[in-house]
């Protein structure tokens, strides 16, 4: 009769290997932990993010034109980078030749209106942003056609340096002591013609610093440069002010940033009600 005899090394190997089996799986378990921690993190921080970015969207549902309305600055959230911002809307021009003559008001983010009585009526371009010198955005329609102009406050930022004598061989020093080139305001403008009358239209808009990207139901249809840099001012939003249009906008939306070309034809997709 034989007998076997155990080797205590043998015993030692198996356990050791047992107990590193043991380990790896605490390891890999506790790496399959610590990536659903870190996901479940970033998924929170994500949807916090999206969160708040929709919380300094401004939206309003119905803008009539025949009732005036004033947002105040401390609603609307400065761009992110101080200039880029974007806006879109449903619109719907309704008998179209009322107050025609007269630029007729949308809205206008700028220049102060004392009264809900305050009777903006001007024929001329240049007589109207003389005394609302203050756009950022403006939009007005046209006094006899269905153009719809964009308006902005702009600055141009440009610095030129004080140029040297002209004259190489004088001694005549350059004149260093004038001051630098003033900066210079202007109202410029971007105008969307044949917008269609007596039905909904989606329209967006983009500030890119020194340029506007419009879009008209959910197509890009015509971009703008400036001179200068759109200048976001600290006044309220004033809607549809007499003289105005006849209609109303839908589905208002301030961002203050620039949007996706993706939601602006996503949002044009989802046409409201006319009434």
């Known amino acids: ?32 932990v610590i990536i659903i921690i870190v996901f479940i993190i970033y998924a929170y921080f994500s949807a916090t993010k999206t969160e708040n970015k929709a919380k300094k969207m401004l939206q309003e549902d119905i803008l009539e034109a025949n009732n005036p309305r004033v947002i105040p ?8 980078n ?41 024929g001329y371009w240049e007589v109207l942003i003389a005394d609302y010198p203050e756009q950022c955005p403006g939009l007005w329609l046209d006094p006899n056609l269905n153009t719809i102009r964009f308006s902005f406050t702009t600055e141009i930022t440009k610095d030129y340096k004080d140029t040297k004598h002209p004259h190489a061989s004088t001694t005549f020093p350059s004149l260093k002591f004038l001051e630098k080139n003033a900066l210079i305001r202007s109202v410029e403008y ?11 239209v989606h329209l967006a808009f983009i500030i890119n610093n020194d340029i506007i990207d419009i879009y008209m ?20 939003f004033y809607f549809n002010f007499q003289k105005t249009y ?30």
């Open 246 to 275: 006849n209609g109303f906008i839908k589905d208002f939306r301030y961002y203050p940033d620039r949007i996706k070309p993706d939601l602006i034809y996503n949002l044009s997709q989802k046409q409201p009600a006319s009434k």
């Open 73 to 80: 600055d401390c609603e609307v959230n400065k761009p992110l």
């Open 190 to 200: 971007c105008d969307l013609p044949n917008v269609p009358v007596e039905e909904m």
């Open 82 to 122: 101080g200039i880029d911002f974007s806006c879109c809307f449903w619109i719907y021009l309704d008998k179209f030749y009322d107050n025609h003559l007269s630029w007729r008001h949308i809205f206008h983010k700028g220049t102060p209106l004392d009264s809900y009585e305050k009777v903006i009526d001007y």
């Open 1 to 32: 009769m034989s007998s076997s005899t155990i080797n205590p090394s043998d015993v030692a190997g198996s356990t050791s290997k047992i107990t590193n089996k043991v380990g790896n799986k605490k390891k890999i378990i506790i790496a399959v």
């Open 217 to 236: 139901n959910g197509k890009q249809i015509k971009t703008c440069n400036f001179k200068g840099i759109p200048k976001f001012n600290k006044e309220a």
